[in-house]
């Protein structure tokens, strides 16, 4: 029996610690470490320590009082929890960690292992970005290489014009410059690994943003089953080459001509995942758990076609809201307690799911239109 460590109790703590709690032969308790009095991982039942995510002492201590450690964060301190070692086991591991959370660490990692990135490179200067863009042309992406999440670390340049604004969003930041590339569809595959080494990857799915937040999965992705094979391939050798155990979700591209780049790894369940809940017999946050305790990992099928959807705070109103009563046959609700509404916030998500497998994805996205409009926030 062991004692499991969470750092970030959001949305996916919560979901984590609902996991853990139906795997009673393995795991006893949760504590998790998080910043916000009440998180929603505690709200479930995990224990919780009040503190940043990046406070030493409050990490050490997590791991002095579990025996793993893992979490639902990409921004926490890899030196603090290399130190946390000692005292627990952690995975994914502070090295993959730390390899993943800079974009340009992660992406020269990918390129060395013969793994499809776009073209990319440092930028170190102003004049080293005016230098640097003559061979990328226009449009051109420069990114924030840490701490950037949803978008918010990237500016689109769209031409000269935008050469010093875009450097000075991120001035005193690490960055790096990232060729566009003209996607036809934005994908991800969730890929297991467990400590011995075994790897599964689930079937590749279809993202649609808004604002670059996730609103809509669509699974399976909407691609011959060429495009799926090369995806799920590049998913299997990434998680080969990463050596860290637990669940990833790897951001790609599908390129006009159907071709697979990454764009980028989450080392943590991803919300691309979420539609696993109801999908596949075994969660991806089951799966994670699976993973990080060595257990044989568990079977990644669809069962059926399955479309998930993001409840996300409008720009109407900030504060404490309900959300009216919705219902529909085959649709699973799962709201993450969070109290206040805020623009864009992730409050919850629902899966639909084609339990008879009569709609196919065009009759979930029929559905889900009528569903949406019975969507409506109440300010309590
Ligand atoms: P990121 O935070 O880097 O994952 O990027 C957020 C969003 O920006 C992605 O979901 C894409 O829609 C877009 N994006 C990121 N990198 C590129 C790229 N190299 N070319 C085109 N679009 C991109």
Do not use: W
């Amino acid at each position: 029996m062991k004692v499991l460590g969470l750092i970030g109790g959001g949305q996916l703590g919560m979901m984590i610690t609902e996991a853990a709690q139906k795997m009673q032969d393995h795991i006893s308790k949760v504590v998790v470490l998080d910043p916000t009095p009440n998180c929603p991982a505690a709200k479930v039942g995990a224990e919780q320590i009040v503190a940043d995510f990046k406070d030493e002492k409050a990490i050490l201590e997590l791991a002095e009082r579990c025996d793993i450690v893992t979490y639902e964060i990409e921004s926490g301190n890899s030196e603090i929890l290399k130190k946390a070692e000692s005292k627990a086991m952690i995975n994914p591991s502070p090295e993959t960690l730390r390899i993943i959370q800079d974009k340009f660490l992660q992406k020269s990692f990918l390129l060395q292992n013969n793994l499809p990135v776009p073209e990319f490179v440092e930028i170190n200067s102003l004049d080293d970005l005016k230098e640097k863009i003559k061979k990328f042309g226009y449009p051109t992406l420069l990114k924030a290489r840490r701490d950037a999440y949803d978008g918010r670390g990237n500016y689109k340049i769209k031409s000269q014009d935008d050469l010093e604004t875009a450097y000075n969003t991120f001035a005193g930041k690490p960055m790096m410059l990232e060729k566009f590339v003209d996607f036809k569809m934005e994908v991800s595959v969730i890929a297991a690994r467990n400590t011995k080494g075994q790897i599964v990857t689930y079937p590749l799915v279809e993202n649609i943003h808004e604002n670059n937040i996730l609103k809509i999965t669509i699974a399976p992705a909407r691609v011959s089953e060429s495009v799926s094979k090369q995806a799920e391939k590049i998913a299997h050798d990434t998680m080969a080459v990463l050596h860290g155990a637990g669940v990833f979700g790897i951001e790609m591209f599908v390129t006009q001509d159907d071709k697979i780049i990454i764009n980028e790894i989450a080392p943590r369940v991803h919300n691309s995942g979420h539609h696993t809940l109801q999908s596949s017999q075994t969660s991806q946050f089951e799966q994670h758990l699976r993973a990080i305790l060595g257990l044989e990992l568990g079977s990644t099928k669809l069962i059926h076609p399955t479309i998930m959807y993001n409840i996300l705070g409008t720009d109407e109103f900030s504060g404490r809201y309900k959300i009216a009563d919705f219902t529909a046959e085959n649709l699973y609700l799962k709201m993450y307690g969070k109290e206040e509404s805020k623009p864009q916030r992730k409050l919850g998500h629902f899966n639909l799911v084609d339990s008879n497998d009569t709609l196919g994805i065009n009759g979930l996205l029929e559905l889900l239109e009528s569903i949406k409009k019975q969507i409506k926030f109440i300010k309590v």
